[in-house]
């Protein structure tokens, strides 16, 4: 009943970080093109995503006459569900869902985001959506591969599946300074795995429209949004573990996390979208070929100090 309680509880506080990340995203992106950002709701602006939340829920709900009724509401329901349940790896001590196969637990809920995206896509039974759907079931399998090979190599190295190894592992020692090409791939990852610009395909506005999400409004759009930045919270949360050791709770981990989160938005601010063809050759040519050595790098290491 605790384990549960504090789960909700972590929901709560994800659902508040995902509102001041937009908040973030939005202030840096204007700094970025030398402008304000939201400034004018409460002080600097810190009122704005609940201002917003508000008027998406408030807004009149579209039908779109030739949607697959039922799918096309349950899907962003699935996708935020699905997002919101990988927090329940998170290893932090008091209360919570610690796992023992962790990171198996992660590469499942993962794998899971795809059908949602496609799901989506499909039942609004729209040319532009079907088209978004496609690209990002495409992209998202794609870096999966690189994602599951990275961290398959750490896995590798500290010998368990338990998120909590990571920690002990990093005791004196970053994993992000020890295999620092690695990190950057996995970096590169993330931001393909969560459609984030430079690899936003599934929503090329400049083809798309809005891709896969085009015919979402109000309610249904809201939830596509917050399972996103949960995700990008997620993502970053996963990459301290990962990469920038250190205690699990506390002002630190905090400090990491928003720094991470920061990274994935000032990627936005700065780079232009790639080329689709250009995207598939850096997942297949460069990062795979690049987290299979390391990988086969550090089983050859284990060996050798096992022996």
Do not use: H
């Amino acid at each position: 009943m605790v384990a549960v309680v504090s789960y909700f509880m972590l929901v709560v506080c994800v659902l508040v970080g995902v509102a001041f990340v937009t908040l973030l995203e939005r202030k840096v992106l204007g700094y970025i093109q030398i402008r304000k950002g939201p400034n004018k709701l409460g002080i600097l602006g810190v009122a704005q995503p609940f201002s917003d939340a508000v008027k998406l829920f408030v807004k009149e709900q579209a039908f779109p006459s030739v949607s697959n009724f039922l799918p096309y509401y349950l899907f962003p329901v699935f996708m935020l569900f699905i997002s919101l349940i990988l927090w329940g790896v998170a290893p932090v001590g008091w209360g919570l869902f610690s796992l023992e196969m962790g990171v198996l637990f992660f590469f499942c809920c993962l794998s899971l985001g795809v059908y949602p995206m496609m799901g989506a896509g499909w039942a609004s039974n729209c040319k532009y959506s079907l088209l978004g759907g496609l690209r990002g079931v495409a992209q998202t399998i794609s870096y999966e591969v690189s994602l599951a090979l990275i961290l398959l190599s750490y896995v590798v190295l500290v010998g368990g599946f338990d998120f909590m190894s990571f920690y002990e592992f990093q005791e004196y020692t970053w994993f992000f300074w020890f295999t620092l090409p690695l990190s950057l791939v996995w970096f590169g990852s993330c931001l393909a795995e969560m459609n984030r610009t430079p690899f936003d395909f599934a929503e090329g506005e400049s083809e798309l429209v809005s891709g896969f999400n085009t015919e979402y409004s109000a309610g249904g759009f809201v939830l596509i949004f917050m399972a996103e930045y949960s995700s990008i919270l997620f993502m970053s949360g996963i990459s301290v573990v990962l990469f920038l050791g250190g205690p699990l709770v506390g002002l630190g981990f905090c400090v990491k996390l928003v720094l991470v989160s920061f990274a994935f938005i000032w990627v936005r601010g700065t780079l232009p979208r790639l080329r689709y063809d250009k995207l598939m050759y850096m997942a297949w040519k460069s990062f795979l070929p690049l987290a299979l050595n390391y990988l086969i790098f550090f089983i050859g290491v284990k060996v050798v100090l096992g022996g």
